[in-house]
């Protein structure tokens, strides 16, 4: 990704934004354009080595990064995460919730512990998350939450039965949480990916009949460039974006049109 790629016009100078999952994929990408457009960036997830990368990469582009080991389905760990922020950086006021994961298999297939896995991750994380961070966004007029959805909450595939019902159930939340903190200038939203080529699409990408059948079914016959996820999160935190929020917009090459 070159730096060109994460020029932005919004002008976030000023605001704290916490993005889970912030060590690779969709959430470094969505960093990385949040950075260049002003904002100081807090990247939690678990593996410190992945996220020192990503703070090194912001630092050096000009931008202010921290770090945070967290485990975004643990409780204590969550509450822990926005105690330090709070302290080091100051209150959040965008929050993404992206962290995520899949597990692929038919629906009889799963373990009650695979189920619970991927319903903590995509679903659970982001209720502790946002009661966490709401508190301080409220009496301020301004809070932006973004919530890393898919096109599998409003569609689905063969093996997508726990992701499904989990990013389903995450565009609920958006919604309810949106009524509850409308009042605030507080703006909750989701972003809908399709296809981008991340980790963990990899199992699909170095298929290459599974990599073929995808693509084919991409009316713009491409896989998402990270980049442009990171510019849509810059547009909907942005004070234009203002007039936004219990939706969600699908950024999917034309998946969901068919
Ligand atoms: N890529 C796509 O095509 C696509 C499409 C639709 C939706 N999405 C959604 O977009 C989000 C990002 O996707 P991605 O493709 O960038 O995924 P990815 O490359 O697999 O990255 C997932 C990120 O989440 C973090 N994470 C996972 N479990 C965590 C936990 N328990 N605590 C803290 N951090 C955790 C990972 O870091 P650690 O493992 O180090 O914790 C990593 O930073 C996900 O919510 C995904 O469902 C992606």
């Known amino acids: 990704m070159d730096s060109m790629a994460n020029q932005t016009s ?59 080991v967290a485990d975004v389905v643990d409780e204590a760990s969550v509450e822990k995460l926005q105690k330090d922020i709070t302290a080091e950086l100051g209150a959040v006021q965008i929050l993404i919730n992206n962290a995520g994961m899949n597990i692929r298999k038919n629906l009889t297939e799963f373990t009650l512990d695979e189920w619970n896995r991927v319903l903590d991750t995509n679903l659970t994380s982001v209720f502790l998350l946002c009661r966490a961070f709401v508190p ?82 991409i009316p713009l016959g491409r896989w998402g460039k990270v980049e442009e996820i990171g510019a849509l999160a810059c547009y909907l935190c942005s004070e234009d974006a203002g007039f936004i929020t219990g939706t969600d917009i699908l950024i999917d090459g034309g998946w969901t049109a068919k």
């Open 136 to 217: 301080a966004m409220k009496g301020t007029g301004y809070g932006r939450i973004l919530n890393m959805t898919s096109i599998m909450s409003h569609v689905s595939l063969p093996g997508r039965a726990a992701y499904s019902s989990s990013k389903a159930a995450l565009l609920g939340l958006t919604r309810a949480l949106a009524l509850e903190v409308a009042d605030q200038g507080i703006t909750v939203n989701g972003i809908s990916p399709g296809p981008f080529g991340t980790e963990m699409n990899t199992p699909l990408m170095q298929n290459p009949e599974l990599n073929a059948q995808f693509v084919a079914n």
């Open 10 to 68: 919004t002008n976030l100078t000023g605001k704290v934004a916490l993005i889970t999952g912030g060590s690779r994929g969709l959430g470094r990408a969505m960093a990385l354009s949040l950075s260049a457009a002003g904002a100081t960036i807090a990247l939690a997830a678990r593996d410190a080595e992945k996220l020192n990368s990503v703070k090194a990469e912001i630092e050096a582009a000009g931008g202010k990064a921290a770090a945070y």
